[in-house]
């Protein structure tokens, strides 16, 4: 009996003597794993954007100007047409007729004014003999200023008449490119009402864009400047990103600021040989910026905001990071420069900048490319 008691007693001092779970601590968490960036300085040429739309240098709508149905259509649609080309043609009968008639009436008009100039050389000649009354002569001249004025208004007429005559043919203001015509043969048209088409010139063609009021003495100095058609301070992006091979040049900064904007337009005119551009298409203009001094440029996804102001994590000794605010000056592809806070060969996270806090301690990994 006393043995089995002193069995139990050992079991229980050596169950009192094991470790007491209670008390075990959790291992710390492994540093989390960044990528880093070593900071160098680097050209600082970059574009600032401007969203602007392409237009025609000159565009116009064709309408009828006489009333009338549509007899002749000569032109593709789209197709390049050259000025003075005939475009549509409006049955111009009634207009033809109406020019016969008022030729008929000029002819006679001519007749009368031959017969009253005859009268009145006669009536003058017997006047000066008394042979004929005061009164009669009077009316003669008369007669005879009527059948001037006859006249001219028959000239008129035949003026008027065969402007509409001439009218029933469009022809191209210009050459350039001509729309989808609006009617088919057949289609009554009336004068002023309708628009039939659109020509426009293709080349050069115009971008126009908006600038704050403030940057006008910057717009003015580069169109006074002038540049080498070779150069590329202006260039255009598409709907699509592609940039347009063809560099552009100031054509005029506009003559007044928009009071309700406070911008001012400003037009560019660029080749368009190959009609890659189009009136209506949107693009946005890229204006290079250069400066010989280089900068230093850190990747944009190493930047966050807080309250309107830029930090970055920056590696230091020991594998720890600080928290770093900076100045930032311009976006130039996926960089930014870096105007203040940081140094040539400071290296900054760049990867896993969401897992960061001041101080911890980071494990480097190779960084994302």
Known sequence: MNYKIHTLSLLIVLASCGPDKSKQQTPPPPPPTVGVYEVHSGSSTYFDLYPANIVAVNQVDIRAQVNGAITG?????????????????IDEQL?????????????????????AQQDADRYNDLAKNDAIATQVLDHALADLQA?????????????????????ATIY???????????????????????????????????????????????FTQLQQKGFDAKDSIFTISL???????????????????DAQTATIKIRLYFSNAKHLLKPG????????????AMQLLVPTKALFEQMGEYFVYVLGDSSKVSLK????????????????????????????????????????VPSKK
């Open 281 to 292: 298409m949107t693009c946005n203009v890229r204006i290079k910026n250069s400066s010989n």
């Open 147 to 167: 059948s001037k004025m006859q006249l001219k208004a028959a000239e008129a007429n035949v003026n008027s008449v065969q402007t509409n005559v001439r009218y």
């Open 95 to 115: 207009y033809s007729a109406n020019y016969q008639q008022a030729q008929a009436n000029l002819n006679v008009a001519k007749a009368n004014l031959a017969k």
């Open 172 to 218: 191209a203001p210009f050459s350039g490119t001509i729309g989808i015509s609006q009617v088919k043969l057949g289609t009554a048209v009336t004068a002023g009402a309708m628009v039939l088409n659109t020509v426009s010139t293709d080349d050069p063609i115009a971008v126009d864009y908006a600038v704050n009021e403030k940057e006008i003495y910057k």
């Open 73 to 89: 259509i000569y032109f593709t649609d789209g197709q390049q047409v050259t000025k003075g080309q005939k475009l549509y043609s």
């Open 325 to 364: 605010r900076i100045s930032t000056g311009a976006v130039i592809s996926d960089k930014i420069v870096v105007k203040d806070g940081l140094v040539e060969n400071d290296k900054i996270v760049i990867d896993g900048v969401q897992k960061m806090k001041d101080g911890i301690t980071v494990k480097v």
């Open 239 to 257: 709907p699509d990103g592609t940039v347009y091979p063809e560099s552009g040049k100031i054509a005029f900064v506009d003559r007044a600021v």
